[in-house]
């Protein structure tokens, strides 16, 4: 998915939707959701907050950009996303019956284009995606990069290969720590199939 995240040094200040002051610590760390992200460059100062309906998340803004969730019961639907309050993009999240992504369609009304990519989840914890673009008038549809994602036992991406008519364009590999990711109590988003939302630690090392 296309998200705003583009930090050299990142404070994250997290705060809680209930009550801390209950004695049992992991039922804490379960209700907490990230609030800012503060980030200082070139001695610049810019700033990310994200607000919520419960642990959905509901709006996320920085500067003049804005995106906004749309959930149906606790999966993310709808991705809007905004420049100067017009809307610039939107992303569609359709769900198989186990309840993950089946397919992604990005449209992006600035430049008329849009991509959807269909998502195959096979038994050994890859992911097999394959992806079509075309543009927001036609919808005639033209055969894209595929890739695969490769996760852990727990579910967590730790490679991603992309391919280009057959032949391998890309890949990259990561390494992650034990502590909590701040954005893994957010309802939906451990669902999203690509990078951005799959990790429930934090990524030490990128290997492309």
Do not use: A, H
């Amino acid at each position: 998915m296309k998200k705003i995240m583009f930090f050299i040094s990142v404070l994250l200040l997290v705060s809680c939707t209930s009550d801390d002051s209950s004695s049992n610590n992991s039922n804490v760390e379960s209700e907490i959701v990230i609030k800012k992200i503060v980030s200082v460059s070139n001695g610049n100062s810019y700033e990310i907050t994200f607000s919520y309906n419960g642990k959905k998340l509901n709006e996320v803004v920085t500067g003049t950009f804005r995106l906004n969730y749309i959930y149906t019961n606790d999966n993310i639907t709808v991705v809007k996303r905004y420049s100067n309050n017009l809307i610039q993009s939107e992303v569609f999240l359709e769900y198989d019956s186990q309840q993950r992504v089946s397919s992604e369609l990005y449209v992006d009304y600035f430049t008329s284009t849009s991509d959807k990519t269909f998502y195959t989840y096979n038994s050994d914890n890859t992911v097999s995606l394959q992806k079509y673009f075309g543009d927001t008038i036609s919808s005639q549809p033209n055969i894209g990069n595929s890739g695969i994602i490769y996760n852990n036992s727990n579910g967590e991406t730790y490679k991603i290969e992309n391919f280009n008519q057959g032949n391998l364009s890309s890949k990259t590999i990561w390494t992650y720590d034990n502590k909590n990711n701040p954005f893994k109590n957010i309802t939906g988003y451990n669902k999203q199939p690509t990078i951005l939302g799959k990790f429930f630690n934090n990524i030490t090392t990128d290997n492309f």
